[in-house]
C-alpha cells in the first residue's frame, strides 16, 4: 500500500486529481446505488428469507418428533393468544398442535400461514413496496416485530439448562429465581412444559412466559435488566348443561352414552350413595335427569363442575338432590343426602352388575338366600366402612378368612368377610368410607367376593333395603333460602327434561 501511494506522489499532478476524482466516483457507486438497484436487492433478501421460512415452516411438524434433542427448537413464531396449554404426555408435539391451530386461523385455504407470520417485516424493519413475491405479505404491525419462541423442557432437563438454550445469561437466570413465584415454578418445571420468550426486533428479551396451570400463566417481563414478574389469571366461565337419561343394560354405559363426563359419573353415584346401591340394586328402566356445570376458558372446555340438582328414579322410587350454597347435597325438601350408612361398601364401577334378581349366587351356584349381600369383583378392589364406628373384630378363621366387623352404636353392626387384606385393627376408630380392606377370596369361598351383612339389634337385615336412621335436615335459617332455589332447580330439571322427550 505504502509503495502504491509512493507511485501516485511521483506522478504528475494533473494525473494525481484525475485518479482521485476516479477513486471517489467508484466509491459513490458502490455505496450508494441506484433506486431500482436498491429494491432488487431487497427482493432478493425477502426471496431468501420467505423461502428460509417456508421450509422451516414446512420442517415444523418433523421438528417436533425430534424434541428429544434439546439443541432442536421449535422455529415457529406464534402470537401468545393463539397458544393452547397441552398438558405434558399428551400425544403430538406442541409445535404440531400450534401450527394446525395457526392454519385453522387463517382466513382462507389459499392464504398460507406464511403470510399471516410475516417473516419480512418480523426479519427487517423496512416496508417493502409489493412485488410479486411479496404480494400476500399483509400490512406491517405493530406486534410483527415481536418473536415468541417455545423451549420444551425434556428429560433431565433443568431450568439452568432450559434458560441457556433461550439465550438468557447466568446472571437473568439469578435474578428470574429470586423472584417467588418464579423460584416456585421454574426451578421444578417438569420434561414436557415449556418457557416462550419474547423477542423485540433488536433481538432483546422483553418477556418470558410459563403456563402455571389451565387458567394461569406466568409473566416474566424485562425491562432495562430488570426483572418483574405477574401472574395473569383466565377467567372461567361457568356453563349449565342438562342430560337425561334411561337405563337399558348398566348406569355407566347409559350415563357416558348420554355425554357424562366419567367424573360427573361418579359424583351422581357418590351423591345418591347413601339411597341407593350402584353396584347391585340398578334395574333396567331406572332413569336419571341432571343439570351440572361445565368449565370454559376462551371457549375451550377445561374440565367439569359441580352438579347442580338431580333426580334418579330406582326401581320406581324418586330421589332427588340439590347442592346447596355450603356445598353439600339435600334431597329436594331438604334433608341431607348424608346418612348414616352407604348403601355399598363397595364402589359401583369394581362391581360386575347383574339385572337378573333371581341370578344365581356367584359362589355357590344357587340362588341367593343367605344372610348377607354378596359383591363379586376382582381381588384386591377396596371395601369402604358403610358408616363411622369402632373396629370390634379384625381377624382371619377359616370359614370367614379374613374379616372385620364394625359396631357402629348400641344398634347397628357391619361385617365384611373374605378379605384378601385387612387394613385396620381391632379398637381401630373408623370414618364413613374408609378403606378397611381389599376384597379377596379368603375363607370357605371358591371365588373372590365380599360377603357383607348388616345387623340392626343383633337381627340380620338386607343393607340394601333396611329403614336407616333419618338424615340431618337442612339449618332452620337456610330453610327459606334452600327451598326456593332446590323449586328453582327443580323446575328447570323437569322443564328440560320435557323438552328431551319432547325432542325424541
Ligand atoms: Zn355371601
Not at 410475516?118 to 406486534?143: F, G, M, Q
Not at 422483553?206 to 383466565?234: A, G, P, R
Not at 353415584?269 to 328402566?285: P, Q, V
Not at 353439600?328 to 334378581?357: C, H, I, Q, T, W
Request: charged content about 25%.
Amino acid at each position: 500500500m505504502a509503495k502504491l501511494i509512493t507511485l501516485i506522489k511521483l506522478l504528475p499532478k494533473a494525473h494525481q486529481i484525475a485518479l482521485s476524482l476516479l477513486v471517489i466516483f467508484t466509491v459513490i457507486i458502490v455505496l450508494f446505488p441506484s433506486d431500482d438497484a436498491k429494491a432488487s436487492k431487497h427482493t432478493q433478501v425477502g426471496k431468501v428469507d420467505l423461502s428460509e421460512r417456508i421450509q422451516s415452516l414446512q420442517n415444523a411438524p418433523h421438528k417436533g418428533d425430534e424434541t428429544n434433542s434439546p439443541n432442536k427448537q421449535s422455529e415457529y413464531s406464534v402470537p401468545l393468544a393463539f397458544r393452547t396449554p397441552t398438558p405434558p404426555g399428551q400425544t403430538g408435539s406442541q409445535s404440531n398442535t400450534s401450527l394446525q391451530k395457526l392454519q385453522a386461523l387463517t382466513p382462507s385455504k389459499e392464504s398460507s400461514p406464511i403470510a399471516d407470520l410475516n417473516p419480512l417485516a418480523a426479519s427487517d424493519n423496512t416496508i417493502l413496496t409489493p412485488t410479486k413475491d411479496a404480494e400476500n405479505a399483509v400490512p406491517y404491525r405493530e406486534a410483527d416485530l415481536l418473536s415468541h419462541k417455545a423451549y420444551k423442557v425434556s428429560k433431565g432437563d433443568t431450568f439452568g439448562g432450559l434458560a441457556n438454550r433461550a439465550g438468557l445469561t447466568p446472571r437473568d437466570v439469578y435474578q428470574i429465581t429470586r423472584l417467588p413465584k418464579s423460584k416456585k415454578n421454574l426451578l421444578k418445571i417438569m420434561p414436557g412444559e415449556e418457557i416462550i420468550v419474547t423477542k423485540d426486533a433488536q433481538d432483546e428479551i422483553t418477556q418470558i412466559s410459563y403456563q402455571m396451570d389451565k387458567i394461569s400463566t406466568l409473566l416474566i417481563s424485562k425491562n432495562e435488566d430488570k426483572f418483574e414478574e405477574t401472574v395473569n389469571v383466565k377467567t372461567i366461565t361457568l356453563e349449565n348443561k342438562f342430560i337425561t337419561a334411561n337405563i337399558s343394560s348398566n348406569f355407566w354405559n347409559a350415563a357416558a352414552t348420554a355425554g357424562l363426563s366419567a367424573n360427573h359419573i361418579m359424583q351422581l353415584a357418590n351423591i345418591f350413595g347413601w339411597d341407593i346401591d350402584f353396584a347391585l340394586d340398578i334395574r333396567k328402566d331406572d332413569h336419571f335427569s341432571l343439570m351440572y356445570e361445565e368449565e370454559y376458558v376462551d371457549g375451550q372446555y377445561i374440565g367439569t363442575g359441580n352438579i347442580l340438582a338431580a333426580e334418579f328414579y330406582n326401581q320406581g322410587e324418586r330421589y332427588t338432590a340439590v347442592r346447596y350454597t355450603d356445598g353439600e347435597y339435600y334431597s329436594e325438601s331438604g334433608n341431607s343426602m348424608r346418612k348414616a350408612f352407604l348403601r355399598s361398601p363397595v364402589d359401583f364401577k369394581y362391581v360386575s352388575s347383574s339385572f337378573n334378581p333371581r341370578r344365581l349366587h356367584p359362589v355357590t351356584g344357587q340362588v341367593k338366600a343367605h344372610r348377607g349381600v354378596d359383591y363379586v369383583a376382582a381381588i384386591g378392589t377396596p371395601i369402604k366402612a358403610a358408616g363411622k364406628g369402632k373396629v370390634v373384630e379384625a381377624s382371619y378363621n377359616k370359614y370367614n378368612g379374613n374379616y372385620v366387623f364394625i359396631k357402629h352404636n348400641d344398634t347397628y353392626t357391619t361385617k365384611y368377610l373374605h378379605l384378601n387384606k385387612r387394613k385396620v385393627k381391632r379398637g381401630d376408630s373408623v370414618k364413613q368410607g374408609e378403606i378397611i380392606g381389599t376384597l379377596g377370596k379368603t375363607g370357605r369361598v371358591t371365588g373372590a367376593h365380599l360377603h357383607y351383612e348388616f345387623i340392626v339389634n343383633g337381627v340380620h337385615r338386607n343393607p340394601r333395603t333396611v329403614k336407616l336412621p333419618k338424615s340431618q335436615p337442612i339449618d332452620k335459617k337456610e330453610r327459606t333460602q334452600f327451598a326456593a332455589l332446590s323449586k328453582q332447580l327443580m323446575a328447570k330439571i323437569e322443564k328440560n327434561k320435557q323438552l328431551q322427550y319432547a325432542n325424541n
